[in-house]
């Protein structure tokens, strides 16, 4: 099987790598991470300008139509510049709102989100109970929902809200509407703000129920968390690399150590080996939807637990001063190990590769 990008993708690649790198250099990172909000609203802009919001929205709702191949493409190098954005929940809710919304919802929501003009995310962790929409215990009433949802991106700067209800069931309720509270949480990655949402009696629209559609969203979704890892993975090892050039010890390079050597190339086994993984699940959701769930998961397994893997040797690779708050290598590590938790851990996904595998 031929992963080789096409032109186009190509292109899309080195517009973002160029974007990114020069927006969202590590001191900006920094201290976009010690604000409430996590980005600016230019930033947001600047996102827009180039159609990230609307990537994988059809044309005919304003997007451009693109497949989950160019959208790994730009999550992958979001991963490698740690850019603290809104954009990743945006899409959440963009492909939910693909796959199950209605056609009022669309023209109402998912048109100007893919605009830029309106953001949304995705509420999935119930309070008491694990992630998994599938497992989900809340039921609405009446047309509205009570319950609380917790570690939901970006919510605080949402519009609207994506929730998961029982039996595979989603709900649109409008994050302003009456109803919602919405209480930050201290995340364990500063440079992804997450949110508590309280619902008491908070009005809600139902997605229509479409469970395949609505289980090819979530690979997607899970596909895009697994690149972005990558791209966390990546930029650590080559950290750790150059360091590993330029420190030296008794005036030899500490890479030309055996334990500091093995511990680089182990990183790229895994880098490279989540990075197939994840353009695999990609090109099956674009053109084998049959398989793109069991791919999905396998690179959600595979990338959570590399990513936190490949971050932790860079850390051990930089020695003390790696350790410190000064360096920039904690916030790589903190991100890959909570991109490794949302939506679903890799114990999670690789239960479900083998009950996929068993069918």
Not at 15 to 35: K, Q
Not at 115 to 125: D, I, Q
Not at 289 to 317: E, H
Not at 332 to 338: Q, V
Request: charged share 25%.
């Amino acid at each position: 099987m031929n992963f080789e990008f096409t032109d186009d993708q190509r292109a899309i690649k080195r517009t973002a790598h160029e974007f990114l790198e020069a927006r969202y250099r590590l001191d900006t990172v920094r201290e976009l991470a010690e604000g409430e909000r996590g980005f600016t609203d230019e930033q947001w802009r600047e996102l827009v300008e180039l159609g990230w919001p609307g990537v994988i929205v059809p044309e005919d709702h304003g997007g451009l139509g693109l497949g989950a191949v160019e959208l790994i493409v730009i999550a992958e190098e979001m991963g490698y510049a740690l850019a603290p954005s809104p954009l990743s929940s945006n899409t959440c809710a963009a492909l939910l709102l693909v796959a199950g919304g209605t056609d009022e919802m669309r023209a109402r929501w998912l048109e100007p989100l893919a605009r830029g003009e309106l953001r949304g995310t995705v509420a999935v962790w119930d309070e008491h109970g694990g992630w998994s929409p599938a497992h989900s215990e809340i039921e609405p009433a009446d047309g509205t929902i009570s319950a609380t949802k917790i570690a939901v991106a970006d919510a605080g700067s949402a519009d609207f809200l994506i929730v998961a209800g029982a039996d595979g069931r989603h709900f649109l309720v409008e994050a302003r509407g009456p109803g919602v509270r919405i209480v930050p949480e201290q995340p364990l990655d500063p440079t992804r703000k997450l949110f508590r949402v309280e619902l008491d009696g908070a009005p809600a629209q139902p997605l229509a129920h479409q469970p395949e559609r609505i289980a090819s969203a979530y690979a997607t979704i899970v596909t895009m968390l697994a690149a972005e890892n990558v791209g966390v993975a990546q930029r650590a090892m080559e950290m750790a690399v150059e360091y590993a050039r330029d420190r030296k010890q008794f005036d030899r390079p500490i890479g030309s150590y055996q334990a500091v050597s093995h511990r680089c190339a182990q990183m790229l086994l895994e880098v490279e080996g989540a990075r197939s993984l994840s353009y695999w699940a990609a090109w099956a959701v674009d053109n084998e939807p049959g398989t793109a769930p069991l791919a999905a998961s396998m690179a959600k397994a595979y990338g959570g637990d590399a990513g936190f893997r490949v971050t932790a040797s860079a850390i051990q690779v930089h020695g003390g001063i790696g350790f410190t708050w000064e360096h920039d290598l904690h916030f790589f590590l903190k991100r890959a190990k909570a991109n490794a938790h949302a939506f679903g851990d890799s114990r999670w996904h690789r239960d479900r590769v083998a009950e996929l595998a068993a069918l």
